[in-house]
T-cell receptor, first 111, second 119 residues
Protein backbone atom coordinates (compact mmCIF):
# COMPACT_ATOMS: atom_id res chain seq x y z
CA UNK A 1 0.00 0.00 0.00
CA UNK A 2 0.90 3.66 -0.08
CA UNK A 3 3.38 4.87 2.51
CA UNK A 4 5.44 7.88 3.47
CA UNK A 5 8.77 7.83 5.26
CA UNK A 6 10.28 10.87 6.90
CA UNK A 7 13.64 11.40 8.49
CA UNK A 8 13.52 10.67 12.16
CA UNK A 9 13.60 13.52 14.58
CA UNK A 10 13.91 15.39 16.65
CA UNK A 11 15.86 17.95 14.69
CA UNK A 12 17.44 20.83 16.57
CA UNK A 13 18.98 23.79 14.76
CA UNK A 14 20.13 27.27 15.53
CA UNK A 15 18.30 30.26 14.18
CA UNK A 16 19.21 31.13 10.57
CA UNK A 17 20.49 27.62 9.87
CA UNK A 18 19.57 25.75 6.69
CA UNK A 19 16.87 23.12 7.08
CA UNK A 20 16.25 19.91 5.21
CA UNK A 21 13.69 17.33 6.27
CA UNK A 22 13.76 14.29 4.04
CA UNK A 23 10.60 12.61 2.81
CA UNK A 24 10.25 9.66 0.48
CA UNK A 25 7.11 7.89 -0.59
CA UNK A 26 5.82 4.66 -2.05
CA UNK A 27 2.67 4.82 -4.12
CA UNK A 28 1.16 3.60 -7.34
CA UNK A 29 0.30 6.14 -9.95
CA UNK A 30 0.88 9.82 -9.46
CA UNK A 31 0.01 11.01 -5.98
CA UNK A 32 -0.19 14.58 -4.81
CA UNK A 33 2.36 15.40 -2.12
CA UNK A 34 1.95 17.65 0.88
CA UNK A 35 3.78 19.10 3.84
CA UNK A 36 1.72 19.90 6.90
CA UNK A 37 2.89 21.74 10.00
CA UNK A 38 1.56 21.26 13.53
CA UNK A 39 2.35 23.89 16.11
CA UNK A 40 2.19 22.90 19.79
CA UNK A 41 -1.34 22.09 20.90
CA UNK A 42 -2.87 22.80 17.52
CA UNK A 43 -4.22 20.92 14.54
CA UNK A 44 -2.52 20.60 11.21
CA UNK A 45 -2.03 23.38 8.72
CA UNK A 46 -1.17 22.84 5.11
CA UNK A 47 2.27 24.28 4.50
CA UNK A 48 2.74 23.51 0.81
CA UNK A 49 1.86 21.00 -1.83
CA UNK A 50 2.79 19.72 -5.27
CA UNK A 51 0.49 17.81 -7.56
CA UNK A 52 2.78 16.54 -10.31
CA UNK A 53 6.36 15.64 -11.01
CA UNK A 54 8.88 18.51 -10.95
CA UNK A 55 6.36 20.85 -9.34
CA UNK A 56 7.79 22.98 -6.55
CA UNK A 57 5.57 23.90 -3.65
CA UNK A 58 6.55 26.92 -1.58
CA UNK A 59 5.22 28.91 1.34
CA UNK A 60 6.67 30.99 4.17
CA UNK A 61 10.20 30.45 2.87
CA UNK A 62 9.79 26.67 2.77
CA UNK A 63 10.15 24.76 -0.48
CA UNK A 64 9.77 21.19 -1.63
CA UNK A 65 10.13 19.73 -5.12
CA UNK A 66 8.21 16.67 -6.33
CA UNK A 67 10.91 14.28 -7.57
CA UNK A 68 9.35 11.27 -9.21
CA UNK A 69 12.66 9.68 -10.17
CA UNK A 70 13.70 9.50 -6.52
CA UNK A 71 10.14 9.36 -5.10
CA UNK A 72 11.03 12.21 -2.79
CA UNK A 73 9.58 15.48 -1.55
CA UNK A 74 12.20 16.93 0.76
CA UNK A 75 11.35 20.07 2.71
CA UNK A 76 13.90 22.89 2.74
CA UNK A 77 14.26 26.35 4.17
CA UNK A 78 17.28 28.56 3.79
CA UNK A 79 17.14 30.35 7.13
CA UNK A 80 14.95 29.03 9.93
CA UNK A 81 13.43 31.06 12.72
CA UNK A 82 12.44 30.20 16.26
CA UNK A 83 8.80 30.45 15.16
CA UNK A 84 9.36 27.52 12.78
CA UNK A 85 9.58 25.16 15.75
CA UNK A 86 6.82 22.61 15.18
CA UNK A 87 6.17 19.10 13.98
CA UNK A 88 6.26 18.66 10.22
CA UNK A 89 4.34 15.91 8.43
CA UNK A 90 4.88 14.76 4.88
CA UNK A 91 1.82 13.22 3.26
CA UNK A 92 0.52 11.89 -0.02
CA UNK A 93 -2.87 11.46 -1.57
CA UNK A 94 -4.01 9.69 -4.72
CA UNK A 95 -7.00 11.36 -6.28
CA UNK A 96 -9.80 11.64 -3.77
CA UNK A 97 -8.34 8.98 -1.52
CA UNK A 98 -7.37 9.55 2.07
CA UNK A 99 -4.20 11.29 3.11
CA UNK A 100 -1.35 9.03 4.15
CA UNK A 101 1.02 10.66 6.61
CA UNK A 102 4.62 10.12 7.51
CA UNK A 103 5.53 9.76 11.13
CA UNK A 104 6.29 13.44 11.60
CA UNK A 105 9.54 15.25 12.37
CA UNK A 106 9.80 17.47 15.41
CA UNK A 107 11.84 20.59 14.70
CA UNK A 108 13.23 22.83 17.42
CA UNK A 109 14.96 26.08 16.57
CA UNK A 110 17.12 27.66 19.24
CA UNK A 111 17.76 31.40 19.32
CA UNK B 1 -10.28 30.95 3.46
CA UNK B 2 -12.06 27.78 4.34
CA UNK B 3 -12.15 26.86 8.00
CA UNK B 4 -12.87 23.68 9.84
CA UNK B 5 -13.76 24.02 13.49
CA UNK B 6 -13.72 21.39 16.21
CA UNK B 7 -15.44 21.54 19.55
CA UNK B 8 -14.57 21.13 22.32
CA UNK B 9 -10.87 21.81 22.09
CA UNK B 10 -10.29 20.11 25.43
CA UNK B 11 -12.53 17.76 27.38
CA UNK B 12 -12.08 15.69 30.49
CA UNK B 13 -14.52 12.91 31.18
CA UNK B 14 -14.90 10.13 33.68
CA UNK B 15 -14.17 6.57 32.77
CA UNK B 16 -17.28 4.81 31.50
CA UNK B 17 -19.01 7.91 30.19
CA UNK B 18 -19.42 9.00 26.59
CA UNK B 19 -18.12 12.16 25.01
CA UNK B 20 -18.99 13.82 21.72
CA UNK B 21 -16.64 15.85 19.54
CA UNK B 22 -18.00 18.02 16.76
CA UNK B 23 -16.36 18.93 13.50
CA UNK B 24 -17.85 21.71 11.41
CA UNK B 25 -16.95 23.08 8.03
CA UNK B 26 -17.68 26.78 8.40
CA UNK B 27 -17.80 28.10 4.87
CA UNK B 28 -18.06 25.13 2.60
CA UNK B 29 -20.07 21.94 2.37
CA UNK B 30 -18.28 18.70 3.00
CA UNK B 31 -19.71 15.38 1.91
CA UNK B 32 -16.62 13.72 3.26
CA UNK B 33 -14.88 14.28 6.57
CA UNK B 34 -12.09 12.32 8.19
CA UNK B 35 -11.35 11.53 11.80
CA UNK B 36 -7.79 10.98 12.98
CA UNK B 37 -6.25 10.07 16.27
CA UNK B 38 -2.81 11.17 17.28
CA UNK B 39 -0.85 9.63 20.11
CA UNK B 40 1.83 11.72 21.82
CA UNK B 41 4.83 12.28 19.57
CA UNK B 42 3.38 10.04 16.89
CA UNK B 43 1.79 10.46 13.52
CA UNK B 44 -1.87 10.72 12.71
CA UNK B 45 -3.81 7.52 12.45
CA UNK B 46 -6.89 7.64 10.27
CA UNK B 47 -9.80 6.20 12.21
CA UNK B 48 -12.65 6.56 9.79
CA UNK B 49 -14.04 8.37 6.82
CA UNK B 50 -17.33 10.08 7.53
CA UNK B 51 -19.78 10.23 4.64
CA UNK B 52 -22.76 12.57 4.69
CA UNK B 53 -26.01 10.67 4.77
CA UNK B 54 -24.45 7.23 4.98
CA UNK B 55 -22.43 5.06 7.30
CA UNK B 56 -18.86 5.88 8.09
CA UNK B 57 -16.07 3.75 6.71
CA UNK B 58 -13.79 2.57 9.49
CA UNK B 59 -10.14 1.67 9.18
CA UNK B 60 -9.00 -1.76 10.15
CA UNK B 61 -8.70 -2.19 13.88
CA UNK B 62 -10.97 0.71 14.81
CA UNK B 63 -14.03 -0.32 16.82
CA UNK B 64 -17.05 1.20 15.15
CA UNK B 65 -19.27 0.57 18.17
CA UNK B 66 -16.87 2.44 20.39
CA UNK B 67 -16.17 5.36 18.08
CA UNK B 68 -19.56 6.37 16.72
CA UNK B 69 -19.51 8.72 13.78
CA UNK B 70 -22.49 10.64 12.52
CA UNK B 71 -22.46 12.92 9.49
CA UNK B 72 -26.02 14.15 9.41
CA UNK B 73 -25.46 17.35 7.46
CA UNK B 74 -23.07 18.73 4.91
CA UNK B 75 -21.34 20.88 7.50
CA UNK B 76 -21.24 18.71 10.60
CA UNK B 77 -19.71 15.40 11.58
CA UNK B 78 -19.58 14.11 15.15
CA UNK B 79 -17.37 11.55 16.81
CA UNK B 80 -18.72 10.00 19.99
CA UNK B 81 -16.35 8.00 22.14
CA UNK B 82 -18.58 5.60 24.04
CA UNK B 83 -17.78 4.08 27.41
CA UNK B 84 -14.49 5.94 27.45
CA UNK B 85 -11.45 4.50 29.15
CA UNK B 86 -8.14 6.11 30.05
CA UNK B 87 -6.49 4.48 27.04
CA UNK B 88 -8.85 6.49 24.82
CA UNK B 89 -7.14 9.66 25.99
CA UNK B 90 -5.65 11.20 22.91
CA UNK B 91 -5.69 14.09 20.46
CA UNK B 92 -8.49 13.71 17.93
CA UNK B 93 -8.35 15.69 14.70
CA UNK B 94 -10.94 15.98 11.99
CA UNK B 95 -10.55 17.13 8.45
CA UNK B 96 -13.02 17.99 5.74
CA UNK B 97 -12.75 17.90 2.00
CA UNK B 98 -13.83 20.98 0.08
CA UNK B 99 -14.95 19.72 -3.29
CA UNK B 100 -16.19 23.06 -4.53
CA UNK B 101 -15.05 24.47 -7.88
CA UNK B 102 -13.14 27.38 -6.36
CA UNK B 103 -10.96 25.55 -3.92
CA UNK B 104 -8.10 24.48 -6.11
CA UNK B 105 -9.39 20.96 -6.37
CA UNK B 106 -10.40 18.73 -3.49
CA UNK B 107 -8.52 20.60 -0.81
CA UNK B 108 -8.55 19.09 2.66
CA UNK B 109 -8.71 21.36 5.69
CA UNK B 110 -8.00 20.27 9.24
CA UNK B 111 -9.69 21.26 12.45
CA UNK B 112 -7.78 22.51 15.46
CA UNK B 113 -8.01 19.17 17.22
CA UNK B 114 -9.61 18.06 20.45
CA UNK B 115 -7.72 16.84 23.48
CA UNK B 116 -9.61 14.09 25.29
CA UNK B 117 -8.54 13.05 28.76
CA UNK B 118 -10.36 10.18 30.42
CA UNK B 119 -9.88 9.97 34.17
Amino acid sequence: GDSVTQMEGPVTLSEEAFLTINCTYTATGYPSLFWYVQYPGEGLQLLLKATKADDKGSNKGFEATYRKETTSFHLEKGSVQVSDSAVYFCALRRGAQKLVFGQGTRLTINP
Amino acid sequence: GAVVSQHPSRVICKSGTSVKIECRSLDFQATTMFWYRQFPKQSLMLMATSNEGSKATYEQGVEKDKFLINHASLTLSTLTVTSAHPEDSSFYICSARDEGPDNGGNTIYFGEGSWLTVV
